[in-house]
């Protein structure tokens, strides 16, 4: 494998023994922007959950909260019902075709610059090299016995690693439960096991993910790169190298005559700065995440040598405008047909919900006075933030009369109750009849129906 190329021999590793790879530090324009999404994806994680949203009286106020103990998704107005989880479904196929398309166009664009994995390692080696120096630093010290000096360095930076992931967990897990809440329980140690455990656990995965795994979850446990390849085509922009300008390569001095020659100087820059250890020179590989680290390395080289940028950067085998690619067409077109259906579906949402089983044992009960009854088990989906009241009535079925013809219920409530129906003797024609019961809010008119059967014995 060539990534070994870029190595230092680690004394154990996790998964297997593998080089410890310690990329040199780079600026450019790649750099930048991946520094740009790191800080949007800190931001985000560490301001979203503490915004507040009023809902009103003994509802959540956080505006982001996924509640599974009140089994509700809220985001600011929106609350997300169980019986509604196909909006994350569609939330979920969209961000993939999403995925797909990014991929058509630009590689492994989402490798290299927004996947938590390579994020986290990218914050993980900046403590490092913080704390322990430049690539050169780290493998000298990777290579020293141990002393005072190493423990030290190698100390702090594994304090700092955990105290990144400690805040990752808790930004993380308070999505699912109150923030400010949670904090306070946490800080005054009346912590939950459960709030605990999983603060634990998404500690230890991050540290160990982003500290001690890194670029071997990309080559050993991430699917997607066996994946994406039937997303790429000769149309799709990567980073790769530009071999009839480079090559031959050799190593030349500044001020060198380049005419004759190939512009790589043979600096191996390309290589030290790859996160994944890879020499983007041998072509496309599947270890390659698309970073762009490795153009930034080389733009640097070529303005010192007075060469034109690019001979490692973004292109495409054969440039093709995007609207021209099929491809790109289908998972654009797939993800509006889905982005529409959610609009659709949410602008038809429905408010007031009724649910009517009927009881089956017994199916009627014949009265004294020869009329039948019929007991049913209502169920009231109120998903307004207000209490209701509402107006019972029932048609399709002559004379049938209910126990009760008003129906308060709860705010964002599911209220369930056991309604009685009644039928004058003869009034059922057959077995059975088709009843409809409807609930009508008393306050703005909105209403609800729902049909169900009345089973009535006295007929036949
Ligand atoms: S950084 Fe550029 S010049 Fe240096 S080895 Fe890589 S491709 Fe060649
Ligand atoms: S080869 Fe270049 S683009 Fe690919 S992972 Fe390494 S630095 Fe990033």
Same mark, same amino acid.
């Given at each position: 494998?060539?990534?070994?190329?870029?190595q230092?021999?680690?004394?154990?590793?996790?998964?297997?023994?593998?080089?410890?790879?310690?990329?040199?530090?780079v600026?450019?324009?790649?750099r930048?922007?991946?520094?740009?999404?790191?800080?949007?994806?800190?931001?985000?994680?560490?301001?979203?959950?503490?915004?507040?949203?009023?809902?009103?009286?003994?509802?959540?106020n956080?505006?982001?909260?996924?509640?599974?103990?009140?089994?509700?998704?809220?985001?600011?107005?929106?609350?997300?019902?169980?019986?509604?989880?196909?909006?994350?479904?569609?939330?979920?196929?969209i961000?993939?075709?999403?995925?797909?398309?990014?991929?058509?166009?630009?590689?492994?664009?989402?490798?290299?610059?927004?996947?938590?994995?390579?994020?986290?390692?990218?914050?993980?080696?900046?403590?490092?090299?913080?704390?322990?120096?430049?690539?050169?630093?780290?493998?000298?010290?990777?290579?020293?016995?141990?002393?005072?000096?190493k423990?030290?360095?190698?100390?702090?930076?594994?304090a700092l690693?955990?105290?990144?992931?400690?805040? *990752?967990? %808790?930004? !993380? +897990?308070? $999505? #699912? @439960?109150?923030?400010?809440?949670? =904090?306070?329980?946490?800080?005054?140690?009346?912590?939950?096991? *459960?709030? %605990?455990g !999983? +603060?634990? $656990? #998404? @500690?230890?995965?991050?540290?160990? =993910?982003?500290?001690?795994?890194?670029?071997?979850?990309?080559?050993?446990?991430?699917?997607?790169?066996?994946?994406?390849?039937?997303?790429?085509?000769?149309?799709?922009?990567?980073?790769?190298?530009?071999?009839?300008?480079?090559?031959?390569?050799?190593?030349?001095?500044?001020?060198?005559?380049?005419?004759?020659?190939?512009?790589?100087?043979?600096?191996?820059?390309?290589?030290?700065?790859?996160?994944?250890?890879?020499?983007?020179r041998?072509?496309?590989?599947?270890?390659?995440?698309?970073?762009?680290?490795?153009?930034?390395?080389?733009?640097?080289v070529?303005?010192?040598?007075?060469?034109?940028?690019?001979?490692?950067?973004?292109?495409?085998?054969?440039?093709?405008?995007?609207?021209?690619?099929p491809?790109?067409?289908?998972?654009?077109?797939?993800?509006?047909?889905?982005?529409?259906?959610?609009?659709?579906?949410?602008?038809?949402?429905?408010?007031?919900?009724?649910?009517?089983?009927?009881?089956?044992?017994?199916?009627?009960?014949?009265?004294?006075?020869?009329?039948?009854r019929?007991?049913?088990t209502?169920?009231?989906?109120?998903?307004?933030?207000?209490?209701?009241?509402?107006?019972?009535?029932?048609?399709?079925?002559?004379?049938?009369?209910?126990?009760?013809?008003?129906?308060?219920?709860?705010?964002?409530?599911?209220?369930?109750?056991?309604?009685?129906?009644?039928?004058?003797?003869?009034s059922?024609?057959?077995?059975?009849?088709?009843?409809?019961?409807?609930?009508?809010?008393?306050?703005?008119?909105?209403?609800?129906?729902?049909?169900?059967?009345?089973?009535?014995?006295v007929?036949?």
């Amino acid at each position: 494998m060539n990534h070994l190329a870029n190595q230092s021999q680690a004394p154990g590793g996790l998964y297997a023994h593998r080089p410890t790879i310690h990329p040199r530090t780079v600026t450019g324009a790649n750099r930048r922007r991946k520094n740009a999404v790191n800080l949007t994806i800190l931001g985000l994680l560490a301001i979203v959950p503490w915004l507040r949203w009023d809902r009103g009286h003994g509802m959540p106020n956080q505006a982001v909260l996924f509640d599974f103990a009140a089994m509700r998704g809220y985001f600011l107005d929106l609350a997300i019902w169980p019986q509604e989880f196909y909006f994350l479904t569609a939330i979920l196929i969209i961000a993939s075709f999403g995925l797909f398309l990014v991929t058509a166009l630009r590689g492994r664009m989402w490798c290299g610059f927004a996947c938590p994995q390579t994020v986290w390692t990218d914050i993980f080696v900046w403590i490092e090299n913080s704390i322990q120096g430049d690539r050169n630093a780290r493998l000298r010290l990777e290579r020293m016995p141990l002393s005072f000096g190493k423990a030290v360095k190698k100390g702090i930076t594994h304090a700092l690693w955990l105290t990144v992931s400690a805040a *990752t967990a %808790l930004s !993380f +897990v308070v $999505f #699912f @439960t109150d923030a400010p809440t949670a =904090l306070t329980a946490l800080t005054s140690g009346t912590a939950s096991v *459960t709030l %605990l455990g !999983f +603060v634990l $656990f #998404f @500690t230890l995965s991050t540290y160990l =993910l982003a500290g001690w795994a890194r670029e071997q979850m990309c080559f050993w446990m991430c699917p997607w790169p066996r994946i994406q390849g039937a997303m790429l085509d000769h149309h799709t922009v990567m980073v790769e190298y530009d071999r009839a300008r480079g090559e031959t390569r050799g190593q030349a001095r500044i001020g060198q005559d380049m005419k004759g020659r190939g512009h790589c100087v043979d600096c191996r820059l390309c290589l030290q700065v790859c996160p994944t250890g890879i020499d983007i020179r041998e072509g496309l590989q599947m270890e390659c995440i698309g970073c762009g680290l490795c153009a930034d390395a080389c733009d640097g080289v070529m303005a010192r040598f007075g060469l034109p940028s690019g001979l490692v950067g973004w292109k495409a085998q054969i440039p093709k405008p995007w609207f021209h690619r099929p491809r790109v067409l289908l998972y654009a077109g797939l993800m509006a047909v889905v982005i529409a259906c959610m609009v659709v579906a949410g602008g038809r949402r429905n408010m007031l919900e009724l649910n009517l089983l009927h009881e089956r044992s017994p199916l009627f009960v014949t009265l004294a006075d020869g009329s039948t009854r019929n007991d049913y088990t209502v169920k009231v989906i109120n998903r307004e933030r207000r209490e209701r009241d509402l107006r019972l009535s029932l048609s399709g079925l002559d004379g049938a009369t209910a126990d009760q013809d008003r129906i308060r219920t709860t705010a964002d409530d599911v209220t369930t109750f056991r309604l009685g129906i009644r039928v004058p003797a003869r009034s059922v024609p057959g077995d059975s009849a088709a009843l409809r019961v409807r609930l009508t809010d008393t306050e703005t008119g909105e209403w609800t129906e729902a049909q169900t059967f009345f089973a009535g014995g006295v007929a036949r």
